[in-house]
């Protein structure tokens, strides 16, 4: 368990700053990639070797925190929309029925997806929970977050690597 | 590593992120599929997991957006051209050093510009992603490579 902890402790600090709606804002991708590398300095800590780290180890480590992140940061998203009965989706959603409606398609074309997004939106407002949007969320987070993690722990372990035999 | 494992590694990774940048530009490669409308909600809920996507600093095309800010577009498409360059194997490995300092004018763009010394540019933000994406790229995939190294080793 204590070889797990360092992600768990930065994958779930990812996944609540995921939501943060400021701090997503102001950090972008930064917040998966950074919580790997912070996943790698605890781990060292952890264990008390300040040695080089192997890369594998490292993407490793990032691998994990993004999904530890992808989890975490699903699971508050539809709990929020849940207890509040507004998301994201609500808030954009007069901004994405302009940009459908801005395409040269057929009227029966955009309808459908018009549909779609109006059954999400209602469904969220009356109930707080829509299934699609949950798995939508919970898809794109298990996909996206694994890969900037990974990238994370690489760029992580290159860096202190670095740091590392500047100090030898 | 055999070379052909090492190519077919690039290959796939050059996929991967022209799949990436190809969503990137939805909105435009829609005017040509109209079907593909449907995915589009989907893809910007994708894309807002890894940028803010204001409106205000989209990148336009005509009337059409991408669906991340100028800054991520560039850092996607300098990876883009990178993956391309490294295909063809014309490149050569980016230390920590060279890697740091090319993270500098976008770092600096993003404090100069939220301080209010300039109003945003989509151009600079573009190019500062452009230097960053593409250097980063090189970077990371060294990183992959000797992992796969590694692993066939073992």
Same mark, same amino acid.
């Given at each position: 368990?204590?070889?797990?902890?360092?992600?768990?402790?930065?994958?779930?600090?990812?996944?609540?700053?995921?939501?943060?709606?400021?701090?997503?804002?102001?950090?972008?991708?930064?917040?998966?990639?950074?919580?790997?590398?912070?996943?790698?300095?605890?781990?060292?800590?952890?264990?008390?070797?300040?040695?080089?780290?192997?890369?594998?180890?490292?993407?490793?480590?990032?691998?994990?925190?993004?999904?530890?992140?992808?989890?975490?940061?699903? @699971?508050?998203?539809?709990?929020?929309?849940? +207890?509040?009965? /507004? &998301?994201? =989706?609500? #808030?954009?959603?007069?901004? $994405?029925?302009?940009?459908?409606?801005?395409?040269?398609?057929?009227?029966?074309?955009?309808?459908?997806?018009?549909?779609?997004?109006?059954?999400?939106?209602?469904?969220?407002?009356?109930?707080? @929970?829509?299934?699609?949007?949950?798995?939508? +969320?919970?898809? /794109? &987070?298990? =996909?996206? #977050?694994?890969?900037?993690? $990974?990238?994370?722990?690489?760029?992580?372990?290159?860096?202190?690597?670095?740091?590392?035999?500047?100090?030898? | 590593?055999?070379?052909?494992?090492?190519?077919?590694?690039?290959?796939?990774?050059?996929?991967?992120?022209?799949?990436?940048?190809?969503?990137?530009?939805?909105?435009?490669?829609?005017?040509?599929?109209?079907?593909?409308?449907?995915?589009?909600?989907?893809?910007?809920?994708?894309?807002?997991?890894?940028?803010?996507?204001?409106?205000?600093?989209?990148?336009?095309?005509?009337?059409?957006?991408?669906?991340?800010?100028?800054?991520?577009?560039?850092?996607?498409?300098?990876?883009?051209?990178?993956?391309?360059?490294?295909?063809?194997?014309?490149?050569?490995?980016?230390?920590?050093?060279?890697?740091?300092?090319?993270?500098?004018?976008?770092?600096?763009?993003?404090?100069?510009?939220?301080?209010?010394?300039?109003?945003?540019?989509?151009?600079?933000?573009?190019?500062?992603?452009?230097?960053?994406?593409?250097?980063?790229?090189?970077?990371?995939?060294?990183?992959?490579?000797?992992?796969?190294?590694?692993?066939?080793?073992?």
């Amino acid at each position: 368990m204590k070889k797990y902890l360092p992600v768990l402790v930065t994958g779930f600090a990812a996944g609540v700053l995921h939501i943060v709606p400021i701090v997503k804002g102001l950090t972008c991708c930064l917040v998966v990639p950074v919580a790997a590398y912070f996943a790698i300095v605890l781990y060292q800590k952890s264990n008390n070797n300040f040695e080089q780290i192997e890369l594998k180890k490292g993407a490793t480590l990032g691998l994990l925190t993004g999904l530890v992140a992808a989890i975490f940061g699903s @699971f508050f998203d539809i709990a929020i929309t849940l +207890i509040t009965k /507004n &998301n994201d =989706i609500l #808030n954009s959603f007069n901004q $994405l029925t302009e940009t459908i409606d801005m395409f040269p398609f057929p009227q029966e074309t955009k309808d459908e997806v018009l549909n779609l997004i109006q059954a999400v939106a209602t469904s969220i407002r009356e109930t707080g @929970f829509s299934l699609l949007y949950s798995a939508s +969320i919970f898809v /794109n &987070n298990m =996909i996206v #977050n694994p890969i900037f993690g $990974l990238i994370g722990g690489l760029v992580g372990a290159k860096i202190i690597n670095s740091k590392n035999s500047k100090l030898d | 590593m055999h070379i052909f494992s090492k190519k077919i590694f690039e290959i796939f990774l050059f996929g991967s992120i022209l799949l990436w940048c190809i969503g990137i530009l939805w909105e435009v490669i829609v005017q040509q599929f109209p079907q593909l409308l449907i995915a589009l909600p989907f893809l910007k809920y994708n894309y807002s997991i890894v940028c803010h996507a204001e409106p205000e600093k989209l990148f336009h095309f005509e009337n059409y957006k991408t669906l991340v800010c100028s800054r991520c577009t560039g850092i996607y498409f300098g990876s883009l051209v990178s993956a391309f360059f490294i295909l063809l194997g014309k490149y050569k490995n980016v230390s920590t050093k060279v890697l740091i300092l090319s993270s500098v004018p976008m770092f600096l763009d993003v404090l100069l510009h939220s301080l209010g010394f300039y109003t945003y540019s989509h151009n600079l933000s573009l190019l500062t992603g452009l230097l960053l994406g593409s250097l980063g790229f090189i970077y990371i995939h060294d990183a992959l490579i000797k992992i796969l190294l590694e692993m066939k080793r073992n």
